[in-house]
């Protein structure tokens, strides 16, 4: 299964508002996926995670759409490597 995994960054700008919990809850939807979110200095989002196509996908998704009381200017994506460190899904404090 490791060979079909894939890991991905996104920051997240825009009104960022609710972002934290929105993540940890499509998280709970796409079963398996695993990585880290975390509010940023400058006020984006920044999610790291790891994942198969369909499950990084389904994130993307849900990352455009943004919480209710947000404002989604930009999602940038960016590849990243994959790492055995991440086997669940967590909330980091901000950077």
Not at 26 to 31: F, P, Q, T, Y
Not at 38 to 64: P, Y
Not at 72 to 80: F, T, W
Request: glycine letters at 10%.
């Amino acid at each position: 299964m490791t060979e079909d995994l894939q890991a991905r960054r996104f920051v997240v700008r825009g009104r960022c508002r609710g972002w934290l919990p929105l993540v940890r809850r499509a998280r709970a939807h796409i079963v398996g996926i695993a990585g880290w979110v975390r509010n940023n200095a400058d006020g984006s989002v920044e999610v790291h995670v790891q994942g198969t196509r369909d499950q990084i996908s389904g994130l993307r998704s849900r990352l455009r759409e943004g919480p209710r009381a947000a404002r989604v200017d930009a999602v940038e994506e960016l590849e990243a490597r994959l790492t055995s460190e991440l086997s669940s899904f967590r909330i980091e404090g901000a950077w």
